[in-house]
């Protein structure tokens, strides 16, 4: 396996994103009073699903390649530009902030044969902050 091989550089079809959240803990007492308690000052559980619609069949091959390459839910790996291709500036900041972001697989990618040659490939990635 390749050190973090990023993720290969195509644009997809549609791009679904949902910001981290911070990394709390809600605790409720016996008279029904909940307060909650933070564990972090940063974002986590960022959320990144892309859709590659009517691709040809080598492009599911990279994707499926590159999910073999990190060793499946278990390794990270940084996003291309090209990624994000077609985004406003301000919205890619958003998504890539904070900067050591790391993405996951959070489940194998899906492959749908649309017809010979051509496929339709799904992703969901999770992103989470890296040590280094």
């Given at each position: ?5 990023a993720?290969p550089?195509i644009?997809p079809t549609?791009r ?11 605790y409720r007492?016996?008279s ?6 933070a ?16 691709v ?25 530009d090209?990624t ?12 890539q902030s904070?900067?050591?972001i ?11 044969s649309?017809?010979?040659g051509?496929s339709?490939?799904t ?10």
């Open positions: 396996m390749a050190a973090n091989p993720f550089r644009t549609t679904s994103f949902t910001l981290g959240d911070y990394p709390t803990k809600t007492s016996l029904g009073v909940i307060f909650k308690r564990f972090g000052n940063k974002q986590t559980g960022y959320t990144l699903d892309l859709t590659f619609k009517n040809k069949d080598a492009v599911a091959v990279a994707v499926g390649q590159h999910y073999v390459d990190v060793d499946g839910t278990y390794g990270g790996f940084t996003m291309p090209k994000f291709n077609g985004m406003d500036n301000s919205l890619e900041g958003l998504v904070p900067s050591n790391k993405w996951r697989y959070a489940e194998s990618p899906k492959v749908q649309v017809q010979p051509l339709t490939v992703v969901k990635l999770v992103g989470e902050l890296s040590v280094s």
